[in-house]
């Protein structure tokens, strides 16, 4: 099957409403789409700022747990051709799941 891809959109800038905002407005989509017969979902965020890191983290891992054995991973980047490159290989890398990918444009993944 396909992979799904679902783009947040912009997110508020503080963690905390941002997680709040997310779990509100992006979550029952997140859901829906896991419900349906996709067995792949990657969910796209822009790259935020280091303290976004640890919910963004979590919800990716609890996702990719309930919905077992379909896959959920978070992409979080600004450049479209590392973000298409990573979703090419998320895509094709069926054991990886329950992933925060935050991508470095021009470098690769922060740590």
Same mark, same amino acid.
């Given at each position: 099957?396909? #992979? @799904?891809?679902?783009?947040t +959109?912009?997110? $508020?800038?503080?963690?905390?409403?941002? /997680? !709040?905002?997310?779990?509100?407005? #992006?979550? $029952?989509?997140?859901?829906?789409?896991? %419900? @349906?017969?996709?067995?792949?979902? %990657?969910?796209?965020?822009?790259? &935020?700022? =280091?303290?976004?890191a640890?919910? !963004? !983290?979590?919800?990716?891992?609890?996702?990719?747990?309930? =919905?077992? &054995?379909?896959?959920?991973?978070?992409? *979080?980047?600004? /450049?479209?051709?590392?973000?298409?490159?990573?979703?090419?290989?998320?895509?094709? *890398?069926?054991?990886?799941?329950?992933?925060?990918? &935050?991508?470095?444009? +021009?470098? +690769?993944?922060?740590?």
């Amino acid at each position: 099957m396909a #992979q @799904g891809v679902l783009e947040t +959109g912009p997110l $508020p800038h503080e963690a905390l409403a941002a /997680a !709040r905002a997310f779990h509100a407005e #992006q979550l $029952p989509k997140v859901t829906s789409a896991l %419900a @349906g017969e996709i067995d792949n979902l %990657a969910i796209v965020m822009k790259c &935020p700022a =280091y303290d976004h890191a640890d919910w !963004r !983290r979590a919800i990716a891992r609890d996702l990719a747990r309930e =919905y077992a &054995p379909k896959r959920v991973n978070i992409v *979080a980047g600004d /450049a479209a051709d590392e973000i298409e490159a990573t979703l090419a290989f998320l895509d094709a *890398a069926p054991g990886v799941t329950g992933h925060y990918l &935050p991508l470095q444009s +021009g470098g +690769g993944a922060r740590v």
